[in-house]
């Protein structure tokens, strides 16, 4: 991700990007100019999200990257910022697994209470997983 | 898709322009971006104001600075809650002692009792100077207990309002028929523990506002504005400031939807006011969207306690008994009146004749409550409709067959309720059959079937509702013998000018409806002639003295008031033009005929016709030669006034109310089982409200009134934590329907003409929550196989539905059926 | 050395084909300086978060929340209101012509911003399917119609291109 402020530019991962809720390290006098993402070769992608209505504010959500044999999860609005998960395989036990481990401990709102929360978080990383998985074929 | 057909023979009536769906006259303007709201209104050296609002549900104020605000360049003035003491009375309440007691002010005196109350107004040069403004006022506040939950506010632990000394506002029994009579003749009883109708609001696109200004010379207050009832406005108003009605003129002209939200403005006005006399200048105050969802108007919530229904075991109901708790929020302002127009549907759309409600409404700290698009009776609706559907799963009986079974039938119209309340017209099985067609009820269970193959739970849903039209407002003296409210009126002026045009003025204050072209319809037929040449002057205007004390537009009434009034003043202005024809032409009246723009003789000679414009110069310009006892003005003023006769205020019974429009909603859900996520992927409104005027209008009521429901239903909730900080402020979390959330809708239509009003017509647009109960409704159908919880709340989001999913049995435990 | 960040600044803008060159305070949103200053109200505004759409304008030929910008962003750019639609012989727009026929407005306050996101799609899509006319108005309240007559006078329209 690149920034750019008086100083010139910058270019930081996306795991040091994200500071909390509404809050980066793109600081006063700054843009975040773009994102740049690797294109992995034979890699599929898949998303879900549990959304108000059709496409309102989000609940929870996951994006899902298949790639030969590495698999990952962005789990998002589940925490201060996304929770990447790197499951064993892209079964559904497996991406079980990688949730339950990960121990989330999401924020309760209006909403959703947090019980509710983590579970749709769970529904949405075996969706986005299985979507990927579709699209892979 | 839609479907019509006519039901029992209409009335005689001529129908020309009335019934055909014109062009609306309102439309060039809309389209264009020239409409009038009053924020496009400007004046020369007006100020912006901004309200200091409380961040506290409840507290004291201990002292309030303004010096810092005063002090920032560009700011013209404040007010505080100590002027608004000194310079204003308490505004006049409807209940009876001691909730009669509760003080309320234009700005907060001593006290503030919700978040986002108005504590003091600041007036700058611009927008941004007065928001800057009004932060640097230093307001110190000793908070105090809160009360957030009627159920608690009910106990009077905690008093919100000292000179009450109770949170009780108004407590009351109404008891028709006989209840223990129905216990004693019905097989079972079913037992509801508590059911919960939410707090939501319509949130007009448009936020309040006013630009008022102040005339010194004559202490003469305009206000260019949004209210949509500036009658009772004005009564509100003048006795607070201490001054006479006609000191306050309303002007409005578009305005960006109402939906009853729009009524109790009355606490802003008084400030605007105060400040343009203190300040010398006009001032404008636009509301906020936040400000608006936070302290402007939410609809009534209401709990239902302890419901106790009379059931045969065929299914025939024979009577209920309940207990209601309404939460009104802080203030009572068009409070109590909602504690009896639920009264005006209280059977709902069913036969049972035995109906006991223990009812009684207290404050809260929340924002205060305001008519609310379906006011009062949706709630209510929703409780029939709740015990309908529960009553049938209970005893194992279809909810179609439940319906059919108790609906008031066709032949029984007019129908008196238990209450004294008459049906005028409508054939409800007749509608169900046709919701049901349109939604292909038949196909019901191969849809559940494969809906289940994809992991969700299909449910069919009814909702049956009546939109009660036209009030009798003597209904409040059931509340409080002492009011001197009773019956309704709305006056019109129509005229014929001097170079021939025919004007038409207006008592009502539309917000979207189209009245412009609905008079100018009703007109063009009266007077032979095409709606072209009918100008209907846009909005309403207290100096065109063409109002009368209940003029507005709201609770569901235009197409039989503010017609009836137009109509009446065609009418006059008719027979004036016939008898002034035949004077010119000597002719008798009998052979004059109006048409085609001309007052002519029926099949006379071609030059035995005067245009309209000849009739209008003679009277204004070519007089000399009428004779001395003719003085026809052309020009005439008819206030239109529905027969009630009184009410009983022993018994609590009378006719509250005109016109019964009816509405029948069929939907059908799909509940996705792993996370409680609900669509709808079948709707369809049957809508029954008489002879219609303009059917894509009322279509366009219809969907409307369909998607405010839906949204109610599904996602539209103000929701409160436990210090009474509101969740839902803005529309990110208060999710009204966006265009992708609405499914396509089907309506269909009959018209059962109400033998009461002018045209046959009946007021409609509120709609009375139909899709809130279908939607309650499929719900719970869908959720049968997951072990068949109780749909007990009127907002069902998906949380709720998944607790529902995970925990059924609590919401059954709600449920008792007992052998009677 | 901190400077002073300045509080207003000179501007040029393209409204409607007519160019406005004003002063205005750096904070100002861009839909009060369309209602204020230049005095075009027929831009409306419905909510203080982005949602409700009242507020849309084309900015430089493309459909905008202009609460969402500030006035100063609109320096050098071409804006189009609700007032720049209908073509000067006093002729309504196929697409206004369409939102009357078909009734798509009530109350006629989200309709400037209803037409302005429907115009940008039609621009880019003259036929529009029923879901693209409904995704194209989704970032648009309306409280009145329920948005049934609106996506057929959208659709409409496009099936007379």
């Given at each position: 991700m690149t920034i750019r402020g008086e100083g010139g530019e910058r270019t930081v991962s996306a795991d040091e990007f994200f500071l909390g809720v509404y809050m980066t390290v793109v600081g006063e006098g700054e843009l975040l100019l773009s994102v740049s993402v690797p294109a992995a070769a034979n890699a599929a992608d898949g998303f879900a999200s549990i959304t108000i209505g059709r496409d309102g504010t989000c609940i929870a959500n996951a994006a899902a990257c298949i790639s030969g044999d590495s698999v990952r999860i962005a789990l998002g609005c589940v925490d201060a910022v996304p929770v990447l998960l790197a499951p064993d395989g892209s079964d559904a036990d497996s991406v079980r697994q990688a949730v339950e481990a990960a121990n989330l401990d999401p924020p309760a709102d209006v909403h959703a209470s947090a019980d509710y929360r983590r579970h749709l978080a769970g529904v949405c990383a075996l969706r986005a997983v299985a979507q990927a998985q579709e699209r892979g074929r | 898709m839609s479907t019509t057909e006519t039901g029992t023979a209409p009335v005689e009536l001529q129908k020309g322009h009335v019934g055909q769906s014109i062009p609306r006259k309102e439309d060039r303007r809309l389209v264009q971006g020239q409409g009038i709201f009053f924020d496009d209104v400007r004046r020369h050296g007006m100020g912006y104001v901004h309200f200091v609002r409380s961040p506290h549900a409840h507290a004291k104020i201990v002292s309030i600075d303004v010096a810092a605000a005063l002090a920032l360049d560009g700011v013209y003035g404040t007010l505080t809650g100590d002027e608004v003491a000194i310079q204003t009375d308490p505004f006049f309440e409807m209940s009876t002692a001691p909730g009669n007691e509760i003080k309320d002010y234009a700005l907060a005196v001593g006290k503030v009792r919700f978040m986002g109350e108005p504590v003091a107004a600041v007036c700058a040069a611009t927008r941004e100077l007065a928001r800057d403004a009004a932060e640097l006022v230093e307001v110190e506040y000793e908070p105090l207990d809160v009360l957030v939950d009627a159920r608690e506010a009910v106990k009077d632990?905690?008093?919100?309002?000292?000179?009450?000394?109770?949170?009780?506002?108004?407590?009351?029994?109404?008891?028709?028929?006989?209840?223990?009579?129905?216990?004693?003749?019905?097989?079972?009883?079913?037992?509801?523990?508590?059911?919960?109708?939410?707090?939501?609001?319509?949130?007009?696109?448009?936020?309040?506002?006013?630009?008022?200004?102040?005339?010194?010379?004559?202490?003469?207050?305009?206000?260019?504005?949004?209210?949509?009832?500036?009658?009772?406005?004005?009564?509100?108003?003048?006795?607070?400031?201490?001054?006479?009605?006609?000191?306050?003129?309303?002007?409005?002209?578009?305005?960006?939807?109402?939906?009853?939200?729009?009524?109790?403005?009355?606490?802003?006005?008084?400030?605007?006011?105060?400040?343009?006399?203190?300040?010398?200048?006009?001032?404008?105050?636009?509301?906020?969207?936040?400000?608006?969802?936070?302290?402007n108007a939410h609809g009534n919530e209401r709990w239902f306690h302890d419901?106790?229904?009379?059931?045969?075991?065929?299914?025939?109901?024979?009577?209920?008994?309940?207990?209601?708790?309404?939460?009104?929020?802080?203030?009572?302002?068009?409070?109590?009146?909602?504690?009896?127009?639920?009264?005006?549907?209280?059977?709902?759309?069913?036969?049972?004749?035995?109906?006991?409600?223990?009812f009684t409404q207290v404050t809260t700290n929340k924002a205060p409550v305001s008519p609310n698009r379906g006011y009062s009776r949706m709630q209510h609706l929703w409780l029939t409709e709740r015990i309908c559907d529960i009553v049938g799963t209970e005893l194992g009986i279809d909810p179609v067959e439940m319906r059919k079974r108790n609906y008031v039938k066709t032949e029984q119209m007019p129908y008196e309720t238990p209450n004294g309340c008459v049906y005028d017209s409508g054939d409800y099985a007749r509608c169900l059959d046709i919701a049901l067609e349109l939604i292909g009820y038949d196909t019901i269970e191969e849809r559940r079937a494969e809906a289940l193959t994809r992991g969700k739970l299909l449910g069919i849903g009814i909702g049956s509702t009546l939109d009660s039209g036209t009030n009798n407002f003597g209904q409040s003296t059931l509340l409080n013998p002492e009011l001197q409210f009773?019956?309704?009126?709305?006056?019109?002026?129509?005229?014929?000018?001097?170079?021939?045009?025919?004007?038409?003025?207006?008592?009502?204050?539309?917000q979207g409806q189209g009245h412009e072209t609905t008079a100018s319809q009703v007109v063009a037929d009266i007077l032979g002639c095409s709606p072209e040449q009918v100008h209907v002057r846009p909005g309403h205007d207290t100096f065109f003295n063409s109002h009368a004390g209940f003029s507005g537009t709201y609770a569901s009434q235009f197409a039989v008031t503010g017609l009836g009034a137009v109509k009446g003043a065609a009418d006059a202005l008719r027979a004036e033009m016939i008898t002034l024809a035949a004077a010119v032409l000597q002719a008798p009246e009998e052979a004059i005929e109006l048409a085609d723009?001309?007052?002519?003789?029926?099949?006379?000679?071609?030059?035995?016709?005067?245009?309209?414009?000849?009739?209008?110069?003679?009277?204004?310009?070519?007089?000399?030669?009428?004779?001395?006892?003719?003085?026809?003005?052309?020009?005439?003023?008819?206030?239109?006034?529905?027969?009630?006769?009184?009410?009983?205020?022993?018994?609590?019974?009378g006719k509250l109310t005109l016109t019964y429009a009816t509405q029948i909603h069929a939907c059908v859900v799909e509940v996705d089982r792993e996370t409680g996520v609900t669509?709808?992927?079948?709707?369809?409104?049957?809508?029954?409200?008489?002879?219609?005027?303009?059917?894509?209008?009322?279509?366009?009521?219809?969907?409307?009134?369909?998607?405010?429901?839906?949204?109610?239903?599904?996602?539209?909730?103000?929701?409160?934590?436990?210090?009474?900080?509101?969740?839902?402020?803005?529309?990110?979390?208060?999710?009204?329907?966006h265009a992708l959330d609405v499914p396509a809708l089907k309506t269909g239509a009959i018209e059962s003409p109400s033998p009461f009003t002018p045209l046959g017509s009946k007021g409609m647009g509120e709609g009375g929550g139909g899709g809130i109960h279908c939607i309650c409704s499929a719900i719970q159908d869908a959720l049968k196989p997951a072990g068949a919880p109780i749909v007990y709340d009127s907002c069902n989001p998906y949380h709720r539905v998944w607790s529902m999913l995970q925990d059924p049995e609590s919401t059954r435990a709600n449920v008792k059926v007992v052998p009677a | 050395m901190t400077v002073e960040p300045s509080r207003s600044m000179a501007i040029s803008v393209d409204v409607n084909g007519d160019v406005y060159e004003r002063d205005v305070d750096a904070r100002r949103l861009l839909v009060h300086f369309i209602r204020d200053e230049l005095e075009l109200t027929g831009t409306h505004i419905g909510c203080d978060t982005g949602n409700c759409g009242a507020c849309t304008v084309h900015l430089d030929g493309q459909a905008v929340k202009s609460c969402m910008l500030l006035a100063v962003q609109a320096d050098g750019a071409k804006v189009r209101t609700v007032e720049g639609l209908a073509p000067d012989d006093g002729e309504l727009s196929p697409l206004q012509q369409s939102f009357s026929s078909h009734h798509a407005l009530q109350c006629g306050y989200c309709t400037p911003g209803m037409l302005m996101s429907a115009s940008a799609l039609l621009e880019q899509n003259p036929r529009p399917t029923e879901e693209e006319a409904r995704t194209a108005i989704q970032g648009n309240i309306c409280r009145c119609t329920g948005y049934v007559n609106i996506v057929e006078a959208i659709t409409s329209v496009g099936e007379q291109a």
């Amino acid at each position: 991700m690149t920034i750019r402020g008086e100083g010139g530019e910058r270019t930081v991962s996306a795991d040091e990007f994200f500071l909390g809720v509404y809050m980066t390290v793109v600081g006063e006098g700054e843009l975040l100019l773009s994102v740049s993402v690797p294109a992995a070769a034979n890699a599929a992608d898949g998303f879900a999200s549990i959304t108000i209505g059709r496409d309102g504010t989000c609940i929870a959500n996951a994006a899902a990257c298949i790639s030969g044999d590495s698999v990952r999860i962005a789990l998002g609005c589940v925490d201060a910022v996304p929770v990447l998960l790197a499951p064993d395989g892209s079964d559904a036990d497996s991406v079980r697994q990688a949730v339950e481990a990960a121990n989330l401990d999401p924020p309760a709102d209006v909403h959703a209470s947090a019980d509710y929360r983590r579970h749709l978080a769970g529904v949405c990383a075996l969706r986005a997983v299985a979507q990927a998985q579709e699209r892979g074929r | 898709m839609s479907t019509t057909e006519t039901g029992t023979a209409p009335v005689e009536l001529q129908k020309g322009h009335v019934g055909q769906s014109i062009p609306r006259k309102e439309d060039r303007r809309l389209v264009q971006g020239q409409g009038i709201f009053f924020d496009d209104v400007r004046r020369h050296g007006m100020g912006y104001v901004h309200f200091v609002r409380s961040p506290h549900a409840h507290a004291k104020i201990v002292s309030i600075d303004v010096a810092a605000a005063l002090a920032l360049d560009g700011v013209y003035g404040t007010l505080t809650g100590d002027e608004v003491a000194i310079q204003t009375d308490p505004f006049f309440e409807m209940s009876t002692a001691p909730g009669n007691e509760i003080k309320d002010y234009a700005l907060a005196v001593g006290k503030v009792r919700f978040m986002g109350e108005p504590v003091a107004a600041v007036c700058a040069a611009t927008r941004e100077l007065a928001r800057d403004a009004a932060e640097l006022v230093e307001v110190e506040y000793e908070p105090l207990d809160v009360l957030v939950d009627a159920r608690e506010a009910v106990k009077d632990e905690t008093v919100m309002h000292d000179d009450a000394g109770t949170n009780t506002v108004w407590s009351g029994v109404f008891d028709w028929g006989d209840w223990e009579g129905a216990k004693a003749e019905a097989h079972r009883i079913v037992t509801i523990e508590e059911l919960h109708f939410h707090r939501f609001s319509s949130t007009p696109l448009e936020c309040s506002g006013a630009l008022v200004e102040y005339e010194k010379a004559t202490g003469q207050w305009t206000l260019h504005c949004n209210h949509q009832m500036p009658g009772v406005g004005a009564i509100w108003m003048a006795p607070a400031l201490r001054t006479g009605i006609d000191k306050l003129r309303f002007i409005t002209k578009d305005i960006g939807g109402g939906f009853g939200n729009k009524i109790c403005l009355h606490p802003y006005y008084v400030t605007l006011c105060l400040l343009s006399r203190k300040l010398n200048r006009p001032v404008n105050w636009t509301e906020w969207r936040t400000d608006q969802h936070t302290a402007n108007a939410h609809g009534n919530e209401r709990w239902f306690h302890d419901v106790e229904v009379a059931v045969k075991d065929d299914g025939t109901m024979l009577g209920f008994n309940v207990k209601a708790l309404d939460d009104c929020g802080a203030f009572p302002r068009y409070e109590p009146l909602g504690c009896i127009i639920w009264a005006q549907v209280t059977p709902g759309c069913y036969a049972w004749r035995n109906i006991r409600v223990d009812f009684t409404q207290v404050t809260t700290n929340k924002a205060p409550v305001s008519p609310n698009r379906g006011y009062s009776r949706m709630q209510h609706l929703w409780l029939t409709e709740r015990i309908c559907d529960i009553v049938g799963t209970e005893l194992g009986i279809d909810p179609v067959e439940m319906r059919k079974r108790n609906y008031v039938k066709t032949e029984q119209m007019p129908y008196e309720t238990p209450n004294g309340c008459v049906y005028d017209s409508g054939d409800y099985a007749r509608c169900l059959d046709i919701a049901l067609e349109l939604i292909g009820y038949d196909t019901i269970e191969e849809r559940r079937a494969e809906a289940l193959t994809r992991g969700k739970l299909l449910g069919i849903g009814i909702g049956s509702t009546l939109d009660s039209g036209t009030n009798n407002f003597g209904q409040s003296t059931l509340l409080n013998p002492e009011l001197q409210f009773s019956g309704n009126n709305e006056a019109a002026t129509v005229k014929l000018d001097i170079f021939g045009e025919l004007v038409v003025t207006l008592g009502t204050v539309p917000q979207g409806q189209g009245h412009e072209t609905t008079a100018s319809q009703v007109v063009a037929d009266i007077l032979g002639c095409s709606p072209e040449q009918v100008h209907v002057r846009p909005g309403h205007d207290t100096f065109f003295n063409s109002h009368a004390g209940f003029s507005g537009t709201y609770a569901s009434q235009f197409a039989v008031t503010g017609l009836g009034a137009v109509k009446g003043a065609a009418d006059a202005l008719r027979a004036e033009m016939i008898t002034l024809a035949a004077a010119v032409l000597q002719a008798p009246e009998e052979a004059i005929e109006l048409a085609d723009g001309f007052a002519r003789i029926k099949d006379g000679p071609p030059e035995a016709a005067l245009p309209f414009m000849a009739l209008g110069a003679i009277v204004n310009a070519n007089n000399a030669f009428l004779p001395p006892d003719f003085n026809p003005t052309l020009n005439h003023r008819f206030v239109y006034r529905p027969y009630f006769g009184m009410v009983d205020t022993e018994k609590k019974t009378g006719k509250l109310t005109l016109t019964y429009a009816t509405q029948i909603h069929a939907c059908v859900v799909e509940v996705d089982r792993e996370t409680g996520v609900t669509e709808i992927v079948d709707y369809a409104a049957v809508d029954d409200c008489g002879v219609r005027i303009h059917p894509q209008i009322v279509e366009g009521q219809v969907h409307g009134a369909t998607v405010h429901a839906i949204g109610a239903a599904l996602y539209e909730d103000f929701v409160y934590d436990e210090d009474g900080q509101l969740l839902t402020s803005n529309f990110y979390d208060y999710h009204v329907p966006h265009a992708l959330d609405v499914p396509a809708l089907k309506t269909g239509a009959i018209e059962s003409p109400s033998p009461f009003t002018p045209l046959g017509s009946k007021g409609m647009g509120e709609g009375g929550g139909g899709g809130i109960h279908c939607i309650c409704s499929a719900i719970q159908d869908a959720l049968k196989p997951a072990g068949a919880p109780i749909v007990y709340d009127s907002c069902n989001p998906y949380h709720r539905v998944w607790s529902m999913l995970q925990d059924p049995e609590s919401t059954r435990a709600n449920v008792k059926v007992v052998p009677a | 050395m901190t400077v002073e960040p300045s509080r207003s600044m000179a501007i040029s803008v393209d409204v409607n084909g007519d160019v406005y060159e004003r002063d205005v305070d750096a904070r100002r949103l861009l839909v009060h300086f369309i209602r204020d200053e230049l005095e075009l109200t027929g831009t409306h505004i419905g909510c203080d978060t982005g949602n409700c759409g009242a507020c849309t304008v084309h900015l430089d030929g493309q459909a905008v929340k202009s609460c969402m910008l500030l006035a100063v962003q609109a320096d050098g750019a071409k804006v189009r209101t609700v007032e720049g639609l209908a073509p000067d012989d006093g002729e309504l727009s196929p697409l206004q012509q369409s939102f009357s026929s078909h009734h798509a407005l009530q109350c006629g306050y989200c309709t400037p911003g209803m037409l302005m996101s429907a115009s940008a799609l039609l621009e880019q899509n003259p036929r529009p399917t029923e879901e693209e006319a409904r995704t194209a108005i989704q970032g648009n309240i309306c409280r009145c119609t329920g948005y049934v007559n609106i996506v057929e006078a959208i659709t409409s329209v496009g099936e007379q291109a």
